[in-house]
């Protein structure tokens, strides 16, 4: 099959995609992904690469954000790598935009103490210190502190600066094998451990600063929203401010359960042994129960929106979501 007409299939069918399956991997995408099975490795490997072309010929927003997540719905040959590292970039530009003309001393609610400054300058430390753990193949933790930052002494500048910052941790990792071996601070001690973190740092980080300039934030993909709120719980226990505060919750066998009203998509978290356990689906019943739109508990799990919103229906032990919440405060 010609590449020309590749193409063509791939416009078709993200077009097909945006407009009738809410998330990636939906029965919307199943009969295409049959189809797509019977192409020869080579047209998939080629075909995946279009849609990723395709989506990025859009602008920053919800629909390169949809575009992005095409691929994986279909079962093409792609990891996700790749995918990740556009859709950070595509974050990082909209964050940049929105704060490159703003006050850098706005005050950031959902970070009590920051301003827009601080928002930006770690934001981009973040994005420092990735690119060096996977430029240096670290073995073991290095501080964030101890890389060079290179800061502008102008807090109006910190825009740009984040910016680049983030080019140049993107191109490292898109560079890098992601199944390369590198100390982390999650779940996963490889190079693909870091594209989805920095993917929900910048979805979480651009809803702070749409909240410090009195804007809602924009909605999020619920493909994207789904893979962040799992993000989420994988790598809790290894964060260890979370861990001791999650220990000292004492409500062993209490459950939580988390439903996307718009997707169906559903979580269990069970706490007990120092920690918790959690799985996908809504089976039994829990002690207590949160339901919204799985882009807006993203943002509740990060403590981006409050459990007493009335986007949320709550059920149950209105106590323990609240614990919880307090306790897993990133």
Known sequence: MSEALLSALAEAVADL???????????????TARLLDALPAADRRTLDRLFRDAALRQPPGPRRERLLTVPAGLGLPGDGHAARCDLTASYVERFVTLVRDADPATPVPSCPGWS??????????????????VRTRATERVRAGDVPL???????????????????????????????????????????????????????????????????????????????????????????????????????????RLTATDTGAAWTVVLGGGGFAWRRGAEGEPTAGVGGTVADLLL???????????????????????????????
Not at 17 to 31: H, R, S
Not at 216 to 245: M, Q
């Open 17 to 31: 995609a945006t407009a009738n399956d809410p998330v990636a991997g939906g029965p919307g995408l199943a009969g």
């Open 116 to 133: 827009l400054a601080d928002l930006v300058r770690h934001h981009g430390t973040t994005h420092r210190w990735t690119e060096h753990l």
């Open 150 to 256: 290179d800061l502008p002494a102008d807090p109006a500048r910190y825009p740009d600066w984040l910016a680049a910052s983030a080019q140049s941790a993107l191109r490292v990792l898109r560079e890098a094998e992601p199944d390369t071996p590198t100390w982390s601070h999650g779940s996963d001690p490889h190079v693909r451990f870091f594209p989805r973190r920095l993917l929900f740092e910048a979805v979480v980080h651009l809803a702070d600063a749409e909240l410090a300039l009195g804007r809602e934030p924009a909605p999020v993909d619920p493909a994207t929203a789904v893979d962040g709120i799992e993000e989420f719980l994988e790598n809790l226990p290894y964060f260890s401010w979370v861990a001791e505060p999650v220990a000292q919750l004492g409500r062993d066998g209490a459950s939580l």
């Open 300 to 330: 509740l799990v990060h403590g981006r929106h409050a459990a007493d919103d009335t986007r949320f229906t709550r059920s149950g032990d209105r106590t323990l979501l609240d614990a919880w919440i307090t306790a897993t405060a990133l």
